[in-house]
């Protein structure tokens, strides 16, 4: 089966700039996660999606942050305006409810 | 609330050499736990997993973890490390609530 997709792989923008990432999960799997990986730390949980609502959001920052899922498929991440702090990996992953998850090869946000 | 402590931010190690790389959780309730590996500008894998059953679980590439409920730990352990084996890996927790909570991660170089 694919996994899960994710583009850009690669971006750099400057502060105060907006930014959006996508997400495909995989086939059939309700569950979907953005995950924050900041350089040296261990991803973080961002917001998890139950098909197309909002299972938890509490980390997120949501003066700049903002995440859908319509139609319970495809997911876009967005920051807007983007910080200097927000430089990390942005990681998606997708599961089915049997607790495997599935990752995607993630974005590299950069910002200036 | 949970939490995840993996104690060695480095562990360098000698080809065909044992190794071991820690992690201890706190939950206040029952876990799943999970060791992922990341390899350069790459997402995570999964390594093994502990859901129940026997607490000695095997990855199909000569890793095993041991789950340890009195002592909260989940350390992942191979006799003999290969140049391959360079990544790193992160230990993650699952306590019923569908998502990961991951440790900082432990960067495993194997040494010619």
């Known amino acids: 089966e694919a996994g899960v997709a994710q583009s850009p792989r690669y971006k750099i923008i400057e502060k105060r700039q907006s930014v959006a990432f996508w997400c495909n999960p995989i086939?059939?799997?309700?569950?979907l996660y953005w995950y924050q990986q900041i350089l040296g730390q261990g991803p973080k949980l961002l917001i998890q999606?139950?098909?197309?609502?909002?299972?938890?959001d509490s980390q997120l920052p949501k003066d700049r942050f903002s995440a859908e899922r319509l139609k319970g498929v495809d997911s876009t991440l967005k920051i807007q305006p983007a910080k200097l702090e927000d430089s990390a990996v942005y990681l998606c992953?997708?599961?089915?409810?049997?607790?495997?998850?599935?990752f995607g090869s993630g974005t590299r946000l950069t910002v200036v | 609330a949970q939490s995840v402590t993996q104690l060695d931010s480095q562990v360098p190690v000698f080809e065909e050499a044992p190794v071991e790389l820690r992690c201890n959780y706190s939950?206040?309730?029952?876990?799943?736990l999970f060791w992922y590996v990341q390899y350069p500008n790459q997402g995570l894998q999964l390594l093994l997993k502990y859901l129940s059953g026997s607490t000695l679980v095997e990855s199909i590439n000569g890793f095993e973890a041991e789950f340890n409920k009195s002592q909260t730990s989940f350390h992942l352990r191979k006799p003999s490390v290969h140049i391959s084996d360079t990544a790193e890996y992160f230990c993650a927790v699952n306590s019923g609530a569908n998502n990961l909570f991951f440790g900082t991660g432990t960067r495993l170089t194997v040494i010619p």
């Open positions: 086939s059939g799997h309700a569950t």
């Open positions: 999606f139950q098909n197309n609502g909002v299972v938890d």
């Open positions: 939950s206040s309730v029952s876990v799943y």
């Open positions: 992953a997708s599961s089915f409810g049997d607790r495997e998850y599935t």
